[in-house]
């Protein structure tokens, strides 16, 4: 079955869920890249970058940059998950 954006955006938002349990709101990308994205096909990747895309103009991750690419979870992301 081919992941559609909306359950894209939820299994995002689920493992934020997870690390909120770690007290921890920020996702590696290279842990996403390798957990997730791995698992898509070629039309999934596509929809996955829209998806993130999405989720930050709703202000609800937003994107670090350091070392590595991050995606953060905003406060009103917090409270979603919450």
């Avoid at 934020?16 to 791995?38: H, K, M, V, W």
């Avoid at 953060?72 to 919450?82: E, Q």
């Amino acid at each position: 079955m081919i992941k559609n954006k909306k359950m894209i955006k939820r299994d995002i938002l689920d493992k934020f869920r997870t690390l909120n349990a770690e007290g921890n709101y920020i996702l590696p990308f290279s842990q996403l890249e390798s957990d997730y994205l791995a698992d898509l096909d070629a039309e999934e990747k596509k929809i996955f970058k829209k998806a993130i895309n999405e989720l930050i103009s709703k202000g609800l991750v937003e994107n670090t940059k350091g070392s590595e690419h991050n995606l953060r979870l905003t406060p009103k992301g917090v409270d979603l998950i919450s």
